[in-house]
C-alpha cells in the first residue's frame, strides 16, 4: 500500500515536517511506498480557476494529483496557528478533488508548541472533505509541546505517544484496506454528486 504525509507548514525546516518524517518511520511496517509533500517546499500558487484548464503555473498540481491517486491513505499535518490551519493546508485541500481523495481515509495530525492543537482537527473536520470526499477517520493526533517531545533525530521522548502513533498508523493502514473498493467502486459512481447538497 502506499501513503502521502502532508506537511501543511509554510515554514522552512518547520516542526510540522519533522512530524512527518517520525510518522514516516512509524509508517513503514504498514505501507511500502510513503511519499511525503512538504508544502513549504512545493509553494503552491492560491487555488484559482486556471486549474481547471491546467494553465500553466498549474503544471505542478499534476505530478502532485497522481501521486493522491495512487496512495491508499493520507495524513495531513497541520501546526496551530492562531487557532486555525494553515492557509497552505487549505488551499491544498482546495486543489483536491474527489480524484484524489474520495472515499480514503485521512489521519488528521496537529502540531503545536503549547498544550493545544485542537481546533485545526476541528476546523479540518468540519470543512475539509466536503468536495473531495476524503475520509477522515474518528482517530487523530496531536503532538504537543513539539518541542521537547521530538528529539533532533526525529524520536519521540514520550513512550506513550510513541505508541498512540503506533496504534494510530496501524489503524490508517485498517482502513485503507477496507475503504480501497470503495474508492475503486464510488467514484465514477459518484460524479453527480460531486459537490454535496
Request: charged fraction near 15%; charge should be negative.
Amino acid at each position: 500500500m502506499n501513503i502521502t504525509i502532508v506537511s501543511g507548514s509554510q515554514r522552512a525546516n518547520s516542526q510540522s515536517l519533522n512530524v512527518a518524517r517520525y510518522l514516516q518511520s512509524v509508517a513503514k511496517p504498514h505501507f511500502e511506498q510513503i511519499e511525503i509533500l512538504d508544502l513549504h517546499q512545493l509553494n503552491l500558487p492560491l487555488w484559482n480557476e486556471g486549474v481547471w484548464q491546467k494553465s500553466a503555473e498549474w503544471q505542478q498540481w499534476t505530478p502532485i494529483a497522481q501521486t493522491l491517486q495512487q496512495s491508499d491513505a493520507v495524513v495531513l499535518i497541520s501546526p496551530e496557528w492562531h487557532g486555525m490551519a494553515t492557509p497552505a493546508l487549505k488551499n491544498f485541500l482546495l486543489l483536491t478533488t474527489d480524484e484524489e481523495l474520495a472515499h480514503k481515509p485521512v489521519l488528521l495530525v496537529s502540531v503545536s508548541a503549547s498544550i493545544n492543537g485542537v481546533y485545526p482537527i476541528s476546523e479540518l473536520r468540519m470543512t475539509g472533505s466536503k468536495n473531495n470526499h476524503a475520509c477522515f477517520i474518528p482517530d487523530h493526533l496531536m503532538f504537543r509541546n513539539v518541542e521537547t517531545l521530538l528529539t533532533q533525530n526525529n524520536q519521540l521522548t514520550d513512550e506513550k505517544m510513541h505508541q498512540r502513533s503506533q496504534y494510530t498508523l496501524g489503524l490508517l493502514a485498517s482502513y485503507a484496506r477496507a475503504l480501497a473498493p470503495v474508492h475503486r467502486d464510488m467514484v465514477s459512481a459518484g460524479k453527480e454528486f460531486r459537490y454535496g447538497m
